[in-house]
């Protein structure tokens, strides 16, 4: 899944819930400028619906990628309720993809929205 934030922003922290049980698996977060080289944040495994999740980015991004993998053969991925994403707090330290280099990452899976 892929969220455009509209334009380069400052991100500090990225929240999301789940609408489903079951659903996610493994899963990664990801930021990108130009939907080609991804910087990854952090893996992540399966969680309860309506359990928040958070990362602290502290970066600038265009692109958040939540990329799922699909090792247990589960026919259906995602279930991603909803996505917030918070500018850094005062006097945080934001980094920028300025050099990217890219990530192997596996075949994008298409989710529909629930």
């Known amino acids: 899944m892929l969220l455009s934030l509209g ?6 922290d990225l929240w999301w819930v789940f609408a489903t049980t ?3 698996g493994s899963y990664i977060v990801q930021v990108t400028n130009d939907k080609v080289n991804y910087q990854t944040i952090q893996g992540f495994s399966n969680v309860p619906a309506g359990q928040w999740q958070k990362v602290t980015i502290n970066t600038s991004a265009r692109y958040i990628r939540f990329l799922f993998s699909n090792q247990a053969g589960t026919p259906k991925l995602g279930g991603i309720g909803e996505v917030r994403a918070y500018p850094p707090v005062s006097g945080a330290s934001v980094a920028s993809i300025v050099e ?3 990530v192997a990452t596996e075949t994008p899976v298409i989710v529909a929205s629930p």
Not at 7 to 12: A, L, M, T
Request: proline share 8%.
């Open 7 to 12: 334009g380069q922003v400052n991100v500090g």
């Open 22 to 24: 079951g659903s996610a």
């Open 100 to 102: 990217e280099t890219p």
